[in-house]
Structure formats: structure tokens, C-alpha cells
């Protein structure tokens, strides 16, 4: 007897819902293969977003603090000035100018040096 060969021609029922299968199969795994490289691409597209705008934020504070700083150094450069031009009077007048002194040197916008140079200017 011989043996049964293989079937030659169209496949049967089960050799095409086979094949059927494995297509879908593929399809599938294709498909969520792209939709997770999509969802990636978007999710590291809005990190990159988020950062740049963190970086334009820091930017804008930075320079907020650079112009207060240079506004307080301004005020300070301008405060002995101010100080020297007030008029040297009685005792009473003298200890008001002395207090304002150490208030605006408590309030930093005298330092140390400033501060000696105006007391020394009050004094004589």
C-alpha cells in the first residue's frame, strides 16, 4: 500500500483558517507594534515640551532676579549719595541720621563699608 502524499492544489478548511490566523495574527502584532512606537514618539515629543518650556521659565526668573539685583544695587549706589546731602545739625538731628544709618544698613541697602563711610561723614 502506499502511503497517503500530501494534498496537491487549493489547501483545505483548516489549512486556510490556519493561515487565516497566522495573517491576522501578524496584522495585529504589527498594528500594536506601530501604536506603541506612536504612543513613544508622543510621549517623549510632550517631555521635550515640557522641558523647553521649564527652561523658558527658569530663563525669565533668572533675568527677574538679574533686574531686581541690578534695581537693589541702583537704590544702593544712590543711598549714601542721599545721606551725604542731608545737612549735619544739632545733637537730636544727629542720632535721627545715625538711626536711619543702621535701618538702611539692617534693610541691606547699605553694606559695611558704606555704612562706616557715612557714620565717619555725620561724625565729622
Known sequence: ???????????????TMARTAVIAGTANAVTGAQNRRQAGRQ???YAAQQYEAEQQQ?????AAQQAAAQQAALQAQAAPQQVAAT??????????????LGQMKQAGILD????????????G
Do not use: H, W
Open 43 to 45: 510621549q517623549e515629543q
Open 87 to 100: 545737612p549735619v545739625g544739632g545733637g537730636d538731628d544727629l542720632m535721627a541720621q545715625l538711626e536711619k
Open 112 to 123: 559695611d563699608a558704606e555704612f562706616a563711610a557715612a557714620k565717619a561723614k555725620l561724625l
Open 1 to 15: 500500500m502506499r502511503g497517503r502524499v500530501g494534498r496537491v492544489g487549493r489547501p483545505g478548511l483548516i489549512g
Open 58 to 62: 527658569a530663563q525669565m526668573q533668572a
